[in-house]
């Protein structure tokens, strides 16, 4: 979702199938990483996780195979 914006997502779903969806959140984002450490931040956040618990992001790269672990920013 790094190549869209909201908006962008919302005209063309409405070129497709004529329904308006410009109130919706498609959870786009400009910076992977930074998503990434965002939903890091909001998992460890929940009550329901055990403070001792590793939780981690990660990307995968679907042209190389690899996946690299995404650090918290200092």
Known sequence: MAKFTDDAVAEIIA?????????????TFRDLDQSVRDDVERIRSLGQIPADATVSGHVYDVRTGTLREVVPAE
Request: no cysteine; net charge negative; proline share 0%.
């Open 15 to 27: 070129e497709r199938s004529g329904e308006d969806v410009s109130d919706l959140d498609f959870f």
